[in-house]
């Protein structure tokens, strides 16, 4: 029984955890298409959503990163089809529909929440939450555009969200309205007896065990992780997990490890594989389940990662929407990229090396990009001057 993983073990394990090293550009599987998704969507377990689309929209940057270049149509074909449902699992997030009873004692810890601050909008708009439950009812799955309401335009700080907005957003949570997919990327809302099948509205699944199969899956998902990044993959509390996880060790299904510098108890799953070695070359999104958990990414990759979106221009210190680029077991560079859809063109605004990079890592940089450029349908790439990495890059596109 292994007992003790070195760092650069933990990674590779961490990293075929998630679904690298056995797919991608250049391995041979051809395009991928429902199959690999549906597989590659329960082993992650959740696709984070995010509505930024400066470079591409987040939840489709782990399938490329994984699979390679695929048609983002088939995606969504899945994630907006009936076996994939969305929830808060993490973030917001696409989800495998059986999944979801997984999560009921969730949604009632927000329904509860609502309950004891009487203050908050969710307890104070019954009015209008009695009101679009009867629309609905009456109308089927709609989206927040479509509901006709004079509370129904954009206000406050909710991100500029209607009283219709937030009023269906926190029914979402209590789970009174779920997804009906989605169109335009817009979520499309239902009563749950309106699109959920029979199975899941009767599956009743008490906390305890919702808990433990979830920290199950978090501990499979990660390959070797500590209570903090266990719990942190469904944010589920530390309180909530430590249970589990001497739960699962009893049964076998976690092992108790010793990884090098960690400093703290890690546990393995019993079905991580332990490469030798890992080839793989990949773009992450900031919501990739690799560098998600910061502390994570750090312990893991010496990589202290901050997403600037909301950092004001002038104090950002990488860019705006900065792609960490994962080459094998290491993290050597990050760049801040930007799809200027309008010119067709695939814009580096910065490209900082990290101090793992080497010199061969640049062309295989610059590979990637043109796969990423290829497959969001761009023709050229422009490396701005900025970044430590920057003259390099340029250099290995112009010569490729």
Known sequence: MVDTLSPALARRVALAAQGFGTGGAGSGVGVPGTRQFNLLLRRLGLLQIDSVNVFERSHYLPVFARLGAYDKSAL????????????????????????????????????????????????????????????????????????????????????GWSDVKRGLETMFRQGDVVSAGRTRFERVYALPEQVLPA???????????????????????????TLSDIADYFRL??????????????????????????????????????????????????????????ARALRLYDFHYRIEIYTPA??????????????????????????????????????????????????????????????????DIAVADRGTLAPALRTALATA
């Not at 199975?199 to 070797?224: D, K």
């Not at 108890?265 to 690799?290: C, G, I, K, M, Y």
């Not at 990290?354 to 590979?367: N, Q």
């Open 199 to 225: 199975s899941v509205l009767e599956t009743v699944v008490p906390e305890e065990e919702a808990v433990a199969q979830l920290v199950a899956h978090s501990a499979r998902a990660l390959g070797v992780g």
């Open 76 to 159: 969504d074909r899945v994630t907006y089809g009936k076996g994939v449902t969305e929830f808060w699992a993490h973030e917001a997030s696409f989800l495998p529909l059986e999944s979801l009873p997984l999560f009921a004692w969730r949604k009632e810890y927000y329904r509860e929440w609502y309950r004891t601050h009487p203050d908050s909008w969710g307890a104070s708009a019954h009015g209008t939450i009695e009101w679009l439950k009867a629309e609905l009812a009456a109308k089927g799955p709609m989206r927040a555009s479509e509901i006709e309401h004079e509370s129904n335009r954009r206000q406050g700080p909710w991100w």
């Open 314 to 379: 002038p104090k950002r210190v990488y860019g705006y929407y900065v792609l960490p680029v994962l080459l094998d077991d290491r993290i050597p560079a990050r760049l801040d990229l930007k799809n200027d859809r309008q010119s067709g063109v695939l814009r580096v605004q910065a490209a900082w090396a990290e101090p793992s990079l080497v010199p061969d890592d640049v062309p295989r940089i610059a590979a990637l990009l043109r796969s990423a450029a290829t497959w969001q349908g761009l023709t």
């Open 237 to 294: 509390k530390s309180a909530q997990v430590a249970p589990a996880i001497s739960r699962l060790v009893d049964e076998g299904e976690l092992l108790p490890v010793t990884v090098s510098g960690w400093g703290k108890p890690a546990w393995l799953h019993r079905d991580a594989r332990l490469p030798r070695r890992l080839e793989t070359a990949a773009l992450l999104s900031p919501f990739d389940p690799v560098v998600w958990e910061r």
